[in-house]
Nanobody, 124 residues
Framework: VQLQASGGGLVPTGGSLRLSCAAS????????LVWFRQAPGKEREFVTV???????NYAGSVKGRFTISRDNAKKTVYLQMNSLKPEDTAVYYC???????????????????WGQGTQVTVSS
C-alpha cells in the first residue's frame, strides 16, 4: 500500500486549503485513515481520523475548522482546512491502517502505512 499526500502550500491567516491523500494497492474501504502533523521543533501530533464506518474524531485545536472525508471509489482521503492559523503550520502526514478491527485509534504506532508528508505554511 502506498499513500501520496498533496495539496499543501502557503496561505494567509484565515485562508483555506484542501489536502488529499491517494492510496494505491490494498482494499481502501477497509482502512482507518488519519492525518497527523509535525511543526518545526515539535513532536508529531494527531489531527483527525476517519474510521471504516465513516465516523470521525478531531483534535481539539482543529475541531470546527477542519473536516476529514473519504471517497472509497477514488481511494482518497481529504482534509479540508478552513480558518487557518499560523499555529497550523506543519508538515501534514496521512496514514492508514488495514484491519478488520473497528477501533479507530489516534496514536501513531497503530498505523502501518504512511504518506510522505505535505507542507502547510500559514503566514501571519
Amino acid at each position: 500500500v502506498q499513500l501520496q499526500a498533496s495539496g499543501g502550500g502557503l496561505v494567509p491567516t484565515g485562508g483555506s486549503l484542501r489536502l488529499s491523500c491517494a492510496a494505491s494497492g490494498g482494499t481502501f474501504s477497509r482502512y482507518t485513515l488519519v492525518w497527523f502533523r509535525q511543526a518545526p521543533g515539535k513532536e508529531r501530533e494527531f489531527v483527525t481520523v476517519i474510521c471504516r464506518s465513516g465516523s470521525t474524531n478531531y483534535a481539539g485545536s482543529v475541531k470546527g475548522r477542519f473536516t476529514i472525508s473519504r471517497d472509497n471509489a477514488k481511494k482518497t482521503v481529504y482534509l479540508q482546512m478552513n480558518s487557518l492559523k499560523p499555529e497550523d503550520t506543519a508538515v501534514y502526514y496521512c496514514a492508514a491502517r488495514d484491519t478488520i478491527l473497528t477501533h479507530c485509534p489516534t496514536t501513531e504506532h497503530n498505523y502501518n502505512y504512511w504518506g510522505q508528508g505535505t507542507q502547510v505554511t500559514v503566514s501571519s
